[in-house]
């Protein structure tokens, strides 16, 4: 019997050595000194990709003025006062600002203090990581072994400041899900853009995450280096907030049912949303914030404009899909100390026109932007990669259209964040700036 225990405990204990560390197990594991700042690696070896980082978000996941202002005046206030999303303070940073994290540096000296905090995503924490813990990578599950070894593409042999070891999870879009996957405190997947992507066309024909925003070219990775690689990845990282990523995501049709008609006459415009260009959805990632919607006019030959909304299609929970005039958003009065809180205005943009989104609630099932404080999600109204969405828009024509040709145009517009909460919120007005889709028109004849 006491053998028995013994190897019981042994197994136990081997057990708990082997065991990868798990996200909480990594708070506090690593002080910043483990790994080389980013300008140690950019300034005299790797001078390009240092200067792609440098302008990707990645660089700027912590110093963003969006994420400061989220994560400080928000995220950090309501978990010191609600048990249920207490882990977010530590969490945000884990994504945001994992060296702080590692070194249990929470919350994080602001940006304005030029901590090591304001390293965001740097090139040792990638370069370090060989892993991730469970089957699904999510909130921040890497596993990182920072030290003499780097991890790359190719085998090279060693570099001057360091050992390069060949590792092939880099190259996986599950490396890049441990961060672009999130589950809320509740247990709702607020973010899931390797998700959709795994279960999206793109996987399946082994199309990853770095052939779109790492795209290979000709480049020396290293200014030592004298040979050029063909396939070296950029570190551009280009996104979202790279308006020249956002255009052209999504192509535009429309096609009337007769083409022409006299005033008093019912047309109906179908306009078709073909998602060409994302990977995953469109919006994805940080879905609680963005926006995308289409807006439809039509414009008779005297110049006259007239706004035609949407035709609902009757799906349950569409009312979150068709711009309203209603507000939401009352969670934020938890951290501003404002039960009360009456919300701002929903959308921001005109009433009638359709919405491509999901809506986020809070445990009192109020829209929210604050993807910790999401409960449950409403109707996933996205573009899927690939897919093609047709909204109709049935136009009965005044009767006081002017003759001759009327111009139907649609327009597909998007913004970062739904600009009623960047005005409350105070964030710069570059988050709500308007990023053109793309834009379609047709014409019919409209008869005297
Ligand atoms: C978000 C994670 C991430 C960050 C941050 C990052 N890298 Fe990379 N890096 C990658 C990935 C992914 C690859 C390609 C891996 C593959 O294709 O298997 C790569 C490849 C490389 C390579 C090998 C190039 C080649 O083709 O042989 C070097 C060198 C490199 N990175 C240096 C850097 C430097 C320097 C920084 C910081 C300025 C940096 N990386 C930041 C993820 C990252
Ligand atoms: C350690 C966590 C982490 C890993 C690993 C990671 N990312 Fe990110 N990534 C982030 C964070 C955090 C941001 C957000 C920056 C911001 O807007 O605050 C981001 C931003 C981005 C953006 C820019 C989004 C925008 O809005 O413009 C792209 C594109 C991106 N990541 C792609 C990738 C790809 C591809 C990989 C895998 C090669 C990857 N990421 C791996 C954390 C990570
Ligand atoms: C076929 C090309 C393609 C692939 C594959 C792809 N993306 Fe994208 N990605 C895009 C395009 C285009 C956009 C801009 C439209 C949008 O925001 O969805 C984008 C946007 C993004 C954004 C910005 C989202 C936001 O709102 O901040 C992130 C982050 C991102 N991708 C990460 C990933 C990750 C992680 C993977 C792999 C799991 C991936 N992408 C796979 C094309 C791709
Ligand atoms: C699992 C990783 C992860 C965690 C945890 C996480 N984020 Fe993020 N966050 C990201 C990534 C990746 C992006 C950017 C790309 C996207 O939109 O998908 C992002 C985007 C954002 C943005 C939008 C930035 C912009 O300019 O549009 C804000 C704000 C933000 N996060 C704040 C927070 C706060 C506050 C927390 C904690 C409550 C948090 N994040 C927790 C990964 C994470």
Redesign the pocket.
């Known amino acids: 019997m006491k053998k028995l225990i013994g190897v019981l405990l042994a197994v136990l204990v081997i057990g708990l050595l082997v065991r990868p560390a798990s996200a909480g197990d990594k708070l506090g594991s690593a002080p910043y000194e483990k790994y080389e700042t980013p300008e140690n690696c950019g300034e005299s070896c790797h001078t390009d990709f240092y200067r792609q980082w440098q302008q990707a978000?990645m660089s700027q996941?912590y110093t963003?003025r969006?994420?400061e202002i989220?994560?400080f005046k928000?995220?950090v206030p309501q978990a010191e006062k609600d048990e249920k999303v207490a882990e977010?303070k530590a969490?945000?940073n884990?994504?945001?600002a994992p060296l702080a994290f590692l070194a249990g540096d929470i919350p994080p000296p602001k940006p304005a203090e030029n901590s090591r905090a304001n390293e965001s995503v740097s090139c040792d924490l990638c370069h370090s990581v060989t892993g991730f813990v469970g089957d699904t990578p999510?909130?921040?599950n890497w596993i990182t072994e920072p030290g003499e070894i780097k991890y790359g593409p190719r085998e090279t042999g060693d570099a001057p400041a360091h050992e390069i070891r060949k590792s092939d999870f880099l190259g996986t879009a599950e490396f890049c899900g441990t961060?672009?996957?999130?589950k809320s405190p509740y247990g709702a997947w607020v973010?899931s853009?390797h998700l959709e992507w795994k279960e999206g066309p793109y996987a399946a024909e082994g199309v990853v995450c770095q052939d779109c925003h790492m795209t290979r070219a000709l480049l020396a990775t290293a200014e030592m280096s004298e040979e050029a690689y063909p396939d070296a990845r950029l570190h551009l990282f280009h996104?979202?907030?790279d308006p020249g990523k956002i255009r052209g995501t999504v192509e535009l049709r429309i096609y009337p049912d007769i083409v022409e008609a006299a005033p008093g006459e019912t047309v109906t415009f179908s306009v078709a949303l073909f998602n060409q260009k994302a990977g995953h959805k469109f919006p994805?990632?940080?879905v609680e914030?963005r926006i995308l919607w289409l807006h439809v006019e039509a414009v008779d030959d005297a110049g006259n404009t007239f706004h035609l909304p949407v035709d609902a299609k009757g799906f349950d929970g569409e009312e979150y899909t068709i711009a309203a005039d209603v507000l939401a958003y009352q969670d934020m009065g938890i951290a501003l100390d404002q039960p009360d809180f009456a919300g701002v205005q929903r959308d921001g943009v005109p009433i009638g026109d359709r919405i491509f989104r999901m809506p986020y609630f809070d445990p009192q099932g109020r829209m929210t932007i604050q993807?910790?404080n999401t409960a449950s999600l409403g109707p996933d109204y996205r573009l899927g990669p690939r897919e093609t969405k047709i909204e109709t828009y049935t136009f009965v024509l005044p009767a006081d259209i002017a003759a001759g040709k009327l111009n139907i145009t649609a327009t597909l517009n998007y913004q970062?964040?739904v600009r009623p909460v960047q005005e409350f919120l105070d964030v710069p007005a570059e988050?709500s700036a308007i990023v053109v889709v793309n834009t379609y028109t047709t014409t019919i004849e409209v008869r005297p």
């Open positions: 978000m996941a963003h969006w994420d989220e994560y928000l995220a977010v969490g945000c884990g994504c945001h999510y909130n921040f961060c672009h996957n999130e973010k853009t996104g979202a907030h994805t990632g940080s914030d993807q910790w970062l964040l988050e």
